[in-house]
């Protein structure tokens, strides 16, 4: 675990929140409230937004009326986030891998395909377990993930996209066990491209089901959108997993 690990560079670059988050505030509200609507916390419901980013999710959540905690290892992006802390709204620089509150909060959410990215299985299955042990008895949580075989049938092996002055070339392509993404950021502001490569398991709602079980999380729903609709394995773009804590 480190500086050195892709995750922990890429999403601590403002080129990444530039990309992949500028665009789509509506639609993240609208992912969120619908969420809400379908869960039905309780008033006061403690929750936590793991690999929360900038906190984007975690500010409407508290908008909402809940005690939202947002974690992220990107620094960063945590200290950005800390400009919008309220009574009910806090952030922390925290590694999902590594073991935080016991038993405490009602509902844990782990939104974008904020997971994946580590190295070996049993640090996957440290941070669901991470997950699993901060959860009251009973608690829920939303996993939102890739869904792998869309995503194999759909995969784009190259795209430009300019955001102001800088151009990004991404380039797409996959193996038996990971997706994996190349962005070529060309900015007038860097004296050189810089280049960040993602690598994100290929994860199936099998593997989730096997890696929450092991940690007394019952698999509920799965829905396959951000509108919630029914789970399809062939023609759904999402895997959005809603778990229990047995």
């Known amino acids: 675990m480190g500086a050195k690990e892709w995750f922990a560079v890429w999403f601590n670059s403002p080129y990444y929140h530039k990309l ?44 909402a009326g809940y005690e939202v905690t947002g974690v992220d290892l990107a620094q960063d992006s945590i200290l950005f986030a800390q400009q919008f802390e309220t009574e009910k709204l806090h952030f922390f620089v925290h590694d999902m891998r590594l073991p935080f509150w016991i038993n405490y909060f009602d509902y844990a959410f782990n939104f974008f395909t904020s997971f994946g990215y580590f190295a070996t299985r049993r640090e996957h299955e440290d941070a669901i377990r991470t997950i699993a042990s901060g ?30 002055e800088t151009v ?11 997706f ?52 399809n394995i062939k023609n759904s773009p999402r895997l959005v997993i809603i778990a229990n804590k047995v």
Not at 51 to 56: D, I, K, Q, S, T
Not at 168 to 178: A, F, L, P
Request: hydrophobic share 35%; net charge neutral; charged share 25%.
């Open 20 to 63: 992949y988050f500028e665009h789509d505030e509506a639609e993240a509200r609208k992912f969120i409230l619908k969420l809400l609507q379908y869960l039905k916390p309780a008033a006061g419901s403690r929750m936590v937004d793991i690999a929360c980013g900038r906190g984007r999710h975690s500010r409407i959540l508290a908008e």
């Open 135 to 164: 959860l009251k008895p009973r608690g829920v949580l939303v996993l939102d993930y890739l869904n792998v075989h869309y995503s194999e049938a759909h995969l784009k092996p190259n795209e430009e996209k300019t955001i102001g």
């Open 168 to 178: 990004y070339e991404i380039h797409r392509w996959q193996d038996e066990h990971h």
């Open 180 to 231: 994996y993404k190349k962005i070529t950021v060309n900015d007038p502001a860097l004296n050189q491209p810089a280049e960040y490569t993602e690598k994100v398991a290929k994860f199936t709602l099998g593997d989730f089901t096997d890696m929450l079980s092991y940690q007394k999380m019952q698999v509920s729903n799965v829905c396959g959108d951000y509108l919630l609709n029914s789970y």
